[in-house]
């Protein structure tokens, strides 16, 4: 069955960087799209980043372009988050997710519902 991994988080400070990772099984990573969202205690969930399964194109909500980066290895069947210059706001719970090409009957639509989740990986920022 698919299965998405997240890893990578952890506390750190204003001003540090991460790089997450989600290790995808069970899927035809060439076949899916796959995004990160997060989540803050008292919030909704919140789109950040998307790449198409073709890795030709990617995606990032406002609030995070020029600091997030996706990016994926299809050999080792991982999608990645740089966030570089972290903020306490970013203190979050961030997942990745899948969703098949064939859900995306026209294009690849990043703030489209996805099929597939992680567990989670805890980031917290310290100020």
């Known amino acids: 069955q698919v299965q998405l991994v997240e890893s990578g988080g952890g506390l750190v400070q204003a001003g540090d960087s991460l790089r997450l990772s989600c290790e995808t099984s069970g899927l035809s990573f060439s076949q899916y799209a796959l995004a990160w969202f997060r989540q803050a205690p008292g919030k909704e969930r919140e789109f950040l980043a998307g790449v198409k399964w073709s890795g030709s194109a990617t995606y990032y909500a406002d609030s995070v372009k020029g600091r997030f980066t996706i990016s994926r290895d299809t050999a080792k069947k991982t999608v990645f988050l740089q966030i570089n210059s972290l903020k306490p706001e970013d203190t979050a719970v961030y997942y990745c997710?899948?969703?098949?090409?064939?859900?995306?009957?026209?294009?690849?639509?990043?703030?489209?519902?996805?099929?597939?989740w992680g567990q989670g990986t805890q980031v917290t920022v310290s100020s």
């Open positions: 997710a899948a969703e098949h090409r064939i859900n995306f009957p026209r294009d690849y639509n990043p703030n489209s519902e996805y099929s597939y």
